[in-house]
């Protein structure tokens, strides 16, 4: 994945790449396609926003329910707000690269790790869809993970 996005909605390299021709890349095509056009950026912000917001009333039950293991209440609670975070990177969201890289910026393996339970809930389904499959046509040409890791399609 070459390109990722801050707290302003800024278009930006992504966080682990190393590689200065890379970078220039991202640069050029963000300059070329405007992708910094201010009401996409403020969109991307919103989206940022609500995914932060998410994440931390998350981490808020999660912490409610670990000081108090037998509340079933409090384990309902995390769940759903663990599943409202997720519904944010759903693939036909629109702007969800914008809330994985939100995710990502934490910090908080708690929270980087629904990156990789939502990448193998992708997975899996993927994977049922390919078994299930009847009609002859071929897979499409890029894998969930693929598709996951790059954005396109997502």
């Not at 302003?8 to 790449?17: D, K, Q, S, V, W």
């Not at 079933?72 to 690269?97: G, Y």
């Not at 299930?132 to 997502?154: C, I």
Request: with cysteine.
């Amino acid at each position: 994945m070459l390109l990722s996005f801050n707290v302003e909605g800024r278009a930006i390299p992504a966080a682990l790449l190393t590689d200065a021709r890379e970078k220039a890349r991202v640069k050029y095509s963000v300059e070329r396609y405007n992708l910094d056009f201010p009401p996409l950026m403020d969109k991307r912000n919103a989206v940022w926003a609500e995914c932060w917001n998410r994440v931390q009333e998350y981490l808020k039950e999660l912490k409610t329910y670990h000081d108090d293991k037998p509340n079933v209440i409090a384990r309902d609670r995390s769940k759903q707000t663990l599943k409202r975070v997720r519904e944010l990177m759903h693939e036909e969201r629109e702007l969800s690269a914008v809330a994985r890289a939100c995710i990502l910026s934490s910090g908080d393996p708690r929270v980087t790790g629904i990156l990789q339970s939502a990448w193998e809930h992708c997975r899996t389904r993927d994977t049922q869809a390919v078994l299930v499959r009847t009609d002859g046509n071929r897979p499409a040409e890029l894998s969930w993970e693929e598709r996951y890791t790059t954005g396109v399609g997502v």
